[in-house]
């Protein structure tokens, strides 16, 4: 796979040129298939190789939690402004690659999540009498009435649509061959202001009558 083959989303991820993190750049070639000549038994070794250096940078996190200074953290996570949707695309692909691997472990992944954010909310905190309810639940998006969605929007009741349905009424209208992700950013973008003007006159409208029904 050639640098022009992987998906854009991954271009600064599968750079050949970025330094070592968890994989070497020789880890990386292997992964993207951009290095075939192995043998098969050395494909069991550089897999094995892995392996251990994932499973070993899951326990590093313990000490960075405990024992990395704050301001080494927040530099880690402030990327420059040209890499911060891969930084973005990494975190998110960190935790969906967390909550596969769990699956079937022995301590459930929302369990794990839980813990990890009560243990992050008591270090702002600075006190372990912070409790926060932390939810979690994946629900799967099923059949929904697209007549019934499509006559929501002709009549505007926007807070009538559930999540559900407009998560699967985006993924339905991605599916149509008539769909133009560029043609659609345009149009959007070119009624941003519109809506954002709109949005202002409908605060200050608030904050007008607001006004009149207190004084």
Same mark, same amino acid.
């Given at each position: 796979?050639s640098q022009?083959?992987?998906?854009?989303?991954l271009?600064?991820?599968?750079?050949?040129d970025?330094?070592?993190g968890?994989l070497?750049?020789?880890?990386r070639?292997?992964l993207?298939?951009?290095?075939?000549?192995?043998?098969?038994h050395?494909?069991?070794q550089?897999?094995n190789?892995?392996?251990r250096?994932?499973r070993?940078?899951?326990?590093?996190?313990s000490?960075?939690f405990?024992?990395m200074e704050?301001?080494?953290?927040e530099?880690?996570?402030d990327?420059?402004?040209e890499?911060?949707?891969?930084?973005?695309q990494?975190?998110?692909d960190?935790?969906?690659?967390?909550?596969?691997?769990?699956?079937?472990?022995?301590?459930?992944?929302?369990?794990?999540?839980?813990?990890?954010?009560?243990?992050?909310?008591?270090?702002?905190?600075?006190?372990?009498?912070?409790?926060?309810?932390?939810?979690?639940?994946?629900e799967? +998006?099923?059949?929904?009435? +697209?007549d019934?969605?499509?006559?929501?929007l002709?009549n505007?009741?926007?807070?009538?649509?559930?999540? #559900?349905e407009?998560?699967?009424?985006?993924?339905?209208?991605?599916?149509?061959?008539?769909?133009?992700?560029?043609?659609?950013? #345009?149009?959007?973008?070119?009624?941003?202001?519109?809506?954002?003007?709109?949005?202002?006159?409908?605060?200050?409208?608030r904050?007008?009558?607001?006004?009149e029904?207190?004084?």
């Amino acid at each position: 796979m050639s640098q022009d083959d992987v998906p854009q989303s991954l271009r600064t991820a599968a750079d050949s040129d970025r330094p070592r993190g968890i994989l070497t750049p020789s880890d990386r070639d292997f992964l993207l298939g951009r290095k075939t000549d192995y043998t098969d038994h050395s494909k069991k070794q550089k897999r094995n190789r892995i392996r251990r250096r994932v499973r070993n940078s899951i326990l590093d996190f313990s000490i960075l939690f405990e024992y990395m200074e704050e301001r080494d953290r927040e530099t880690v996570f402030d990327p420059d402004d040209e890499d911060r949707d891969a930084y973005t695309q990494g975190i998110t692909d960190m935790l969906a690659f967390l909550h596969l691997g769990a699956m079937g472990y022995h301590t459930p992944f929302r369990d794990m999540l839980s813990e990890g954010v009560g243990k992050a909310e008591q270090r702002l905190a600075g006190s372990n009498y912070r409790m926060v309810n932390v939810e979690f639940s994946v629900e799967p +998006v099923g059949q929904i009435d +697209v007549d019934e969605v499509v006559a929501k929007l002709e009549n505007e009741e926007f807070a009538q649509l559930t999540d #559900e349905e407009l998560r699967a009424f985006v993924r339905l209208l991605t599916m149509s061959d008539s769909f133009s992700p560029e043609a659609t950013r #345009e149009e959007i973008k070119d009624r941003v202001d519109e809506f954002a003007e709109r949005a202002d006159e409908s605060a200050a409208a608030r904050e007008r009558n607001l006004e009149e029904l207190t004084n």
